[in-house]
């Protein structure tokens, strides 16, 4: 069920999208070769009690499809060829990687979500496209984004551009609704067909992530037992914004 919010609760949401994008600006300074993954986590959770804000991932039961734990940390770190949900760790990032910072945070009972794909240190050419490339994706979906229009019409341009660039779009997971539940309903695909799919309306609150692959598409469980990655190997970048649908437009909340 589709559930579109009101004034009181987006402004709530607005609160939320404003606290995480501070903190995800923080985050973003500390990301250099030498530090690690775990070291980061622990900063995130850190700047989200410093807000008196609560770590959406943390403990979170539906992180992957048949995880049988729940998630163990606030942030999710995914590096190269990882997807999503990797599970900090010990491994330290080196020059030429490149990672996604995922972040969800909980504020007054209602969540917001957000990621970006950064490089570490001087990266190569292909490296530095793909990101852009899904930074743009993200933007051109958002652009979608108005009452009347649909969920296939985001899918459509995301992927287009995407293809239009040599890269490919993942098909095993996908954007969603959110809102007092992490993931609420409509799932919302990287692709699809024009005007398809349910109707936008004024008044839902949508997580827009395109997630990026290098080679094939295809994905495949991490060991940690959280994370995907790419079943060539190949490079993955995700970049993610919690919006609302506006009877204008849009408005992105994590900005």
């Known amino acids: 069920m589709i559930i579109i ?31 690690t993954t775990k070291e980061l986590d622990r900063l995130a959770e850190e700047l989200v009690l410093s807000y008196e804000a609560k770590c959406s ?34 491994r330290e990032l080196k020059e030429g990687d490149i990672i996604s910072l995922d972040l969800g945070i909980q ?10 794909t950064l490089p570490i240190g001087k990266v ?3 490296a530095l496209r793909i990101i852009r490339v899904t930074k743009k994706a993200l933007k051109r979906g958002i652009k979608k984004v108005r009452p009347g229009n649909t969920i296939g019409d985001i899918g459509n341009t995301i992927q287009r551009y995407v293809e239009s660039q040599g890269f490919n779009v993942v098909r095993e997971l996908c954007g969603h609704g959110i809102g007092r539940e992490l993931h609420e309903d409509p799932q919302i695909l990287n692709y699809g067909k024009r005007h398809k799919g349910e109707e936008l309306k004024e008044g839902q609150v949508l997580c827009l ?3 990026v692959t290098a080679g094939d598409w295809k994905l495949k469980k991490s060991e940690d037992g959280f994370g995907y990655e790419t079943q060539d190997g190949s490079l993955s970048a995700h970049f993610e914004h919690t919006i609302v649908v506006t009877k204008d437009g849009v408005k992105v909340l994590t900005q």
């Not at 504020?107 to 970006?116: C, N, S, Y």
């Open 209 to 211: 992530e395109p997630m």
């Open 5 to 35: 919010k009101t004034p009181e609760e987006i402004g709530t949401m607005t609160e939320g999208g404003k606290i995480l994008a501070k903190i995800m600006k923080e985050l973003k300074k500390k990301v250099k070769p030498g530090i």
């Open 124 to 126: 190569n050419p292909e």
């Open 107 to 116: 504020v007054k009972g209602f969540h917001t979500d957000m990621a970006v």
């Open 57 to 90: 991932f943390k403990g979170y039961e539906g992180s992957c499809g048949e995880c049988a734990e729940p998630f163990p940390a606030c942030l999710c770190t995914s590096i190269n060829e990882e997807v999503v949900h990797s599970v900090p760790s010990d």
